[in-house]
């Protein structure tokens, strides 16, 4: 069963990938967690963190707790909506710079996976 289950499976192959790009991007100083939410936040102009949730598909709770180093480091900020009741998130200048900074080694790591991988595969 262990060696059959896909769960366990893809979950494994997903940590031993993350630790990957968490390596290729550590001189930027931003994790392959945060750099995807960071992406999605630059490519909205105004996006609601209910959502950014439902975009990469995260409960609010872990993208709450996602969220908070970007916040910390100056990369976003969580401002209240139109409606006060909504937050919105919105890159800042020190975001976009860390996107410029990250984005040729995340550049480097995707080659790397499709040279190991293949294109194809890796699209697949």
Do not use: H
């Not at 490519?43 to 969220?67: F, G, K, M, Y």
């Not at 209240?80 to 937050?87: A, C, I, T």
Request: charged share 30%.
């Amino acid at each position: 069963m262990i060696r059959e289950c896909a769960c366990l499976n893809l979950r494994k192959a997903t940590r031993t990938l993350t630790q990957f790009y968490d390596k290729m991007l550590r001189p930027a100083g931003i994790r392959s967690t945060q750099l995807p939410l960071l992406a999605t936040v630059a490519a909205a102009p105004s996006l609601t963190l209910s959502r950014l949730a439902e975009i990469v598909v995260i409960d609010q709770t872990t993208l709450s707790r996602n969220l908070k180093p970007l916040k910390d480091k100056g990369l976003i900020e969580i401002r209240p909506g139109k409606d006060r009741r909504v937050r919105e998130v919105r890159i800042t200048k020190n975001g976009k710079a860390m996107i410029r900074r990250a984005k040729p080694l995340w550049d480097n790591a995707q080659a790397k996976i499709a040279d190991n991988l293949g294109s194809k595969r890796l699209q697949e």
